[in-house]
């Protein structure tokens, strides 16, 4: 029987996956995710290709992945089987029929994510696992000043790191933007861009905060960029903060068969 290709977009609570990807001994995305395609495939093992890695502990609104299963489907009842018959903490929002070429990772796309940031004294137990704590004083326009730094084209090796494999360290951050939600003493940085690296958000964010503290000056996002040094640059920021929030491929995403 042919097979065809699909495009899925889901979203996940991370808090109990050691990331996206497959790994042995460990409980992931990818590997829910093709244990019930591979059920509605009457047994025949499909892979799931993502556009990206979460780490342990991210979540994800929109995460996009492809497979390719035997025979035409109606995208709506496959994404409903597939949203009720994946794990709680997995939804499958959207299935679109692709065309054979196209890759959910390696299709030129921009990434948009969030990081959410509870810096309520006392910090809300209910956002445990949906937001970082940082319970101390911040200046939200020394950290929005800050962000504007990080526009632009920049090697980030000082904001990923140590010991990552990738060699070009070089990405383009389109947007960046800091909301702050009084009421619910949450922060919410945004950050998109055309790929980003190991820790690097985390990083980034790790750095900002510890700007809005007053524990170092607006133009360290500058030197840590010019200097290329991770030393320079503030802790790394809790995981559960993070969200990958849109992926917006630069190819028509209705370029099915």
Known sequence: MEKYRYKAVIAYDGKDFAGFQRQPQARTVQEELEKT????????????H???????????????????????????KLRFALDTQSAEDIS???VELMSDDFHARYWPH??????LVDY???????MRYQATP?????????MREAMQFLKGTHD??????????VENKVRTITAVNLQVNEAQHLLRFTFSGNGFLYKQIRNMVGTLLKIGNGRMPVEQVSLI??????????PTAAPQGLYLKEIHYDQDPNHSR
């Open 37 to 48: 395609l591979t059920r509605l495939a009457s047994g025949q093992e499909v892979q799931v």
């Open 225 to 234: 960029l010019e200097k290329r040094d991770r030393q320079l640059a503030g």
């Open 134 to 142: 940082f319970p101390y004083p911040l200046d939200f326009e020394k």
């Open 156 to 165: 980030f090796t000082g904001f990923t790191a140590s010991g990552t494999s």
């Open 120 to 126: 309520g004294r006392p910090k809300n137990p209910l």
């Open 50 to 76: 993502g556009a990206g890695r979460t780490d342990s502990g991210v979540h994800a609104f929109g995460q996009v992945v492809h497979f390719d299963l035997p025979g035409k489907r109606d995208v709506e």
């Open 92 to 94: 499958v929002r959207l």
């Open 110 to 115: 921009h990434k948009t994510y969030e990081f």
